[in-house]
């Protein structure tokens, strides 16, 4: 049995009750810690907390050669665990693919995903959003330009864009950072994006959300990771409202 299980957002105190007694219950406990992160407690924290040795895999173990999980999953109770929701942002649909090829059982439990928190945080509303996209560091000579015509698609449509900041080992990218890198590439395509929306933190007890153009964002201190960023698209009385009473529109 293999059972994907979604902590939440922030800490270990995310997991719904029915998540946890299937962690407790489990014979192996993984945890997929290269999409995203549990930044408010540590890896030690968490086997605590759950009574349960975790053994963390990288995206190699997951996309690339999930046989250890898949082997195990045949004659016990496998619990993969991830940030957010397991099949939003996050996706882990071609393991659970891989697993029902070779006859395994499966069963998800969902749980708070940033998809849905960045609407609740910003009062942007989830029916405006179009496609979602993700902003990776540069590298070298080389960085991304595809963001920004994910952007500029859903702007036309008057559609908000949610961008998923990359993550790089210890290094997670900060909303100033991509706001620059951002701005960068639109000037190059000759385009211009008037106001930004940085999220920090989202779960936590003090959760940190700016509204505002370019130069205000990229000085902005928006303090410790997870960050993310919302491109809105024209905004409703009710958006607006929401941005400047809760994020200094």
Not at 70 to 97: I, Q, Y
Not at 224 to 235: G, K, N, R, T, W
Request: overall charge negative; glycine content about 6%; proline content about 6%.
């Amino acid at each position: 049995m293999l059972t994907f299980i979604g902590l939440g957002l922030y800490d270990k105190t995310d997991v719904s009750v029915k998540g946890l007694a299937l962690i407790k219950a489990a014979d192996v406990v993984f945890l997929e810690c290269y999409t995203s992160r549990i930044m408010g407690s540590t890896l030690p924290e968490m086997e605590t907390f759950y009574g349960k040795t975790i053994r963390p895999l990288l995206r190699e173990d997951v996309e690339q050669d999930p046989k250890e999980v898949l082997e195990l999953a045949k004659d016990h109770k496998v619990v993969f665990l991830c940030a957010g929701d397991p099949m939003v942002s996050t996706t882990h649909a071609d393991l659970r693919l891989r697993a029902a090829a070779l006859g395994i059982p499966t069963s998800i439990v969902h749980a708070a995903s940033i998809s849905s928190a960045v609407c609740g945080l910003s009062g942007l509303q989830n029916y405006r959003f179009g496609k979602s996209c993700s902003l990776p560091f540069p590298r070298k000579n080389w960085y991304p330009t595809s963001a920004v015509d994910v952007i500029a698609q859903n702007l036309s449509q008057r559609l908000h864009t949610l961008v998923f900041l990359d993550i790089d080992g210890d290094r997670y990218m900060t909303v100033p950072e991509a706001v620059a890198l951002i701005r960068k590439i639109a000037a190059e395509k000759r385009y211009s994006i008037p106001l930004y929306v940085g999220i920090a933190r989202a779960g936590s007890d003090e959760p940190l959300v700016r509204a505002g153009p370019a130069d205000v964002l990229e000085h902005t201190d928006f303090g410790s990771p997870l960050h993310i960023l919302v491109i809105p698209a024209d905004l409703h009385d009710m958006e607006r409202t929401y941005l400047e009473t809760f994020a200094g529109l």
